[in-house]
Nanobody, 127 residues
């Protein structure tokens, strides 16, 4: 089982930036694929970005559109999400996720793809 702990959320004005971090502990094989999901009030939890151990990256292009960058430091067992040009629509709880699976050819991910979840960090973007 992987333990994930997010940090870096907060309140920011529209157009601003935030960097989320996720400290992970557990077996490295259980973190082959890591990523971020988010859930806004009264909305479904949705995929934001995913990165594999080998740094293959997939973004949800419905809304990321070049504004976010996911990265991971395997030596530190830490996952990051740099978010720029934030919009009020980005307001949500952001969750760090991990899976031992390696996915190929995926454009989208669903929450059932990931068995390990952090408790989430709130991001609020004011207009």
């Amino acid at each position: 089982q992987v333990h994930l702990e997010e940090s870096g959320g907060g309140v920011v004005q529209a157009g601003g930036s935030l960097r989320l971090s996720c400290a992970a502990s557990g077996r490295s094989n259980d973190m082959n694929t890591m990523g971020w999901f988010r859930q806004a009030p009264e909305k479904e939890r949705e995929f934001v970005a995913v990165i594999t151990w080998g740094d293959r990256i997939t973004y949800n292009q419905d809304f990321v559109k070049g504004r976010f960058a996911i990265s991971r430091d395997n030596a530190k067992n830490t996952l990051y999400l740099q978010m720029n040009s934030l919009e009020p629509e980005d307001t949500a709880v952001y969750y760090c996720v991990a899976s031992p699976r390696v996915f190929y050819g995926r454009e989208l991910y669903i929450k059932e793809d990931f068995g390990s979840w952090g408790q989430g960090t709130q991001v609020t973007v004011s207009s």
